[in-house]
């Protein structure tokens, strides 16, 4: 079976428009997260751990297996990752996938240290589909009650650069 046959026909005809094939590492993870396994996938930097996470989930939104209007997946990391990743494997792949591929919009928010009070409350208000945090600010989001109830429908979560946060503060934020 090949490692794309899961994904919906958008979202696999993007991937391979963009790529001449999936990497050792998306090959071997695709079939255990479509059948629905926890994963932990380990490889060197640039071998598309993060676009792996990412576009299975797009796939997911694409088939109408994730319904939009309510935050569905969750992307923990440390700040420092956040920009990099964000902006190459979820950004960048959903604005072609909207534009050329005529895929449903989705709500994608940033919510870190840095995020306003005001932007902070919409998000609670309005949860995005895809929220991105880090582990300092997930724990504060749960430690309320409108910040449990906008994480209610996480159905997806992704945990970046984990061996960078579970020796130290940041890593007992998130076991929280």
């Known amino acids: 079976m090949?490692?794309?046959?899961?994904?919906?026909?958008?979202?696999?005809?993007?991937?391979?428009?963009?790529?001449?094939?999936?990497?050792?590492?998306q090959q071997a993870s695709?079939?255990?997260?479509?059948?629905?396994?926890?994963?932990?996938?380990?490889?060197?930097?640039?071998?598309g751990k993060t676009l792996t996470a990412f576009l299975?989930?797009?796939?997911?939104?694409?088939?109408g297996g994730l319904e939009t209007g309510s935050t569905k997946v969750l992307y923990v990391s440390p700040l420092k990752a956040l920009n990099n990743d964000?902006?190459?494997?979820?950004?960048?792949?959903?604005t072609e996938l909207v534009a050329d591929y005529n895929m449903p919009p989705l709500q994608v928010r940033v919510r870190s240290g840095d995020t306003d009070q005001s932007?902070?409350?919409r998000m609670l208000r309005k949860p995005p589909d895809i929220l991105i945090t880090t582990p300092e600010s997930l724990s504060l989001m749960l430690t309320t009650e409108k910040g449990q109830s906008a994480l209610q429908s996480v159905a997806t979560v992704?945990?970046?650069e984990i061996h960078a946060l579970v020796e130290n503060r940041r890593g007992v934020n998130l076991m929280t």
């Open 86 to 94: 964000i902006q190459q494997n979820l950004l960048t792949p959903l």
């Open 2 to 25: 090949n490692s794309l046959d899961a994904f919906h026909p958008t979202v696999r005809r993007w991937f391979e428009h963009n790529f001449d094939a999936p990497t050792p590492v």
């Open 56 to 63: 299975w989930s797009l796939s997911q939104f694409a088939a």
């Open 119 to 121: 932007e902070r409350q």
């Open 158 to 160: 992704i945990v970046d």
């Open 30 to 47: 695709w079939p255990v997260i479509a059948g629905g396994e926890h994963a932990l996938i380990t490889a060197p930097t640039g071998s």
